[in-house]
């Protein structure tokens, strides 16, 4: 095979694999899988097609996905050598951290530190991880005589090979690449944390440190309470979402979840009217995270409590071009809150505040520059300003309005669905599959554009939302159970457009063998046109 490495071309005998090709070429520790022909691959990957090999370090997205996942298959394997019959389940990602719990058992100091130190043994011994792939006849045979729920649900879909990863004896099945062997993961800690515990790894800004994680008290318990209600339902797995679906019980769990944000709506409407000097909402959250339809849902919750929602968006009032500050590239950096003419936006909203006319600009994105075309507002007695900016959860922005004044709601789509009982979905994920949709639905973009811009997208949330969510007064968590089961079918033609010439063939790949695990939901007419959803597959009321 001709093999492009390090902008040199090799030789490579046919079915030799990327460690024993290229092993003597890995000088850093940290090497942790490869990229070959635009697929993330293990090191043990056989080569048997001509193209290109790079290799992938923990300090890339990729690495440090894989270094978290073959951490927790670790952790898996200690618990289950040490306490064999433990229920475990890994829950969420909180910051650089996974919050896992133990269903049967209560977790104490003493089992903590017993499992550690099994894993630090686990990991100076460096023992191979190994993938055993096996036919859907094979993987049927196999659980038939296993109890146990590890890899299972792969038997449940159309798959041609059924995949586990197999330490010594131990068996699981993790979704993604794994990691060759377990000497590989020098930095995490494991911490007993609330009623469950912690396993804590770097950042990918700070590989090699570990920071113990503050606690975010308020997304905690916004997670917690849907974690609590999907348990309730006996919803929590895909395996239960796939069998509620077959079952033809999609209606109830479309209502279900529209009661839920309904519900929600209307105490944040309530606490709203019950803090009576609040004059402004001021709502931020990452991307896709359905803050339109909030806005709209939650402007008409207010209605009903006697208040009238009055908008005002944040895009208007942008420095003029010439003082909008450059990025390291010398490109226009839009989403700096330097972009933000702040002293005209806090004048005006004072204004407003005193009961004064003001005269709103408009900005012109193609002169940049506002203008003053005549749109006047006047605040009633019984009137609020709602204000949706990347900004607003942080004081900076508002820096002259009174904080009593003020109502801060962080939203964004926090799923607590996962694969099975090891495999969480990333909420990042649910709000990329969603993004995809949108985009090609009302931008007319493809799915290789949204995923091109995605972690440039990314950055921004982690620059300029995420640092500030604990200031939020609430929580708006815009999750539905059963999002990606309609999803699936608007996503994935799109995904299966991208070939592997182009570098995001990877995370397409990915994302399409996620979406496989999910049944899907044919019939979206039953989902009702004021549903958050439809912000994202059309036919929603709020579309301007």
């Excluded at 050598?81 to 829950?91: A, D, Q, V």
């Excluded at 600009?361 to 075309?373: A, E, N």
């Excluded at 496989?516 to 439809?534: A, C, G, T």
Aim: with cysteine; aromatic share 10%.
């Amino acid at each position: 095979m001709k093999i492009i490495f390090e902008n040199q071309e090799y030789e490579i005998p046919e079915n030799k694999t990327i460690k024993e090709a290229f092993g003597h070429k890995i000088k850093a520790d940290d090497i942790i899988a490869a990229r070959y022909n635009n697929i993330i691959a293990s090191l043990n990957h056989p080569i048997r097609k001509n193209g290109q090999i790079s290799l992938i370090s923990r300090t890339e997205k990729e690495g440090r996905n894989i270094y978290i996942r073959g951490l927790l298959y670790i952790m898996s394997k200690a618990f289950y050598e040490l306490y064999p019959e433990s229920y475990l389940t890994i829950n969420y990602q909180l910051s650089n951290a996974m919050f896992c719990e133990i269903e049967n058992m209560k977790i104490t100091d003493e089992i903590i530190d017993r499992v550690k130190q099994k894993m630090q043994k686990i990991i100076s011994q460096d023992l191979p991880i190994r993938k055993v792939e096996m036919s859907p006849e094979e993987a049927k045979a196999f659980y038939a005589k296993e109890e146990s729920l590890r890899g299972r649900l792969q038997t449940d879909i159309n798959k041609e090979k059924v995949s586990l990863y197999y330490c010594e004896d131990y068996y699981n099945y993790f979704y993604g690449t794994m990691p060759i062997s377990t000497g590989f993961a020098k930095i995490f800690d494991l911490r007993k944390f609330r009623n469950g515990f912690l396993v804590e790894y770097p950042s990918l800004t700070e590989a090699n440190l570990l920071h113990q994680n503050e606690e975010s008290l308020k997304l905690i318990s916004t997670m917690e309470e849907y974690d609590e209600l999907y348990k309730l339902m006996k919803i929590n797995t895909v395996y239960r979402l796939n069998k509620k679906i077959q079952e033809g019980k999609i209606k109830e769990l479309i209502l279900f979840s529209e009661a839920i944000h309904e519900k929600k709506i209307a105490e944040i409407a309530s606490k709203i009217k019950a803090k009576n000097n609040v004059r402004m909402i001021l709502i931020a959250g990452p991307t896709s995270s359905g803050k339109t339809t909030f806005a709209g849902k939650l402007g008409m919750a207010l209605r009903v409590q006697g208040i009238k929602p009055v908008t005002i968006s944040v895009d208007n009032y942008f420095v003029e071009r010439e003082q909008n500050p450059v990025d390291e590239n010398g490109n226009y950096d839009f989403e700096c809150l330097e972009a933000v003419d702040v002293n005209l936006f806090n004048t005006q909203l004072l204004a407003l505040l005193a009961g004064q006319e003001v005269e709103l600009p408009t900005f012109d994105f193609t002169t940049g520059h506002k203008q003053y075309l005549g749109n006047k507002l006047k605040l009633q007695e019984d009137e609020i300003l709602i204000i949706e900016g990347i900004h607003c959860l942080n004081d900076e922005l508002t820096n002259q309005i009174p904080k009593e004044n003020k109502f801060k709601v962080y939203i964004s789509d926090l799923t607590v669905l996962n694969i099975d009982y090891y495999n969480r979905i990333s909420t990042t994920d649910t709000r990329l599959i969603r993004r995809i949709s949108r985009d090609y639905k009302f931008r007319n973009y493809s799915a290789l554009h949204t995923l091109k811009m995605w972690s440039s997208v990314n950055k921004g949330e982690q620059k300029y939302i995420f640092p500030y969510q604990e200031e939020a007064d609430c929580m708006f968590n815009s999750s539905i159970l059963y999002e990606i089961a309609v999803l699936k079918d608007f996503v994935l033609p799109l995904l299966e457009e991208i070939d592997d010439t182009h570098p995001e063939y990877s995370e397409a790949k990915r994302l399409i063998e996620m979406l496989r695990y999910f049944e899907s939901v044919k019939n979206i007419d039953l989902i009702p046109n004021n549903s958050l959803l439809r912000e994202f597959i059309g036919g929603s009321i709020y579309e301007a």
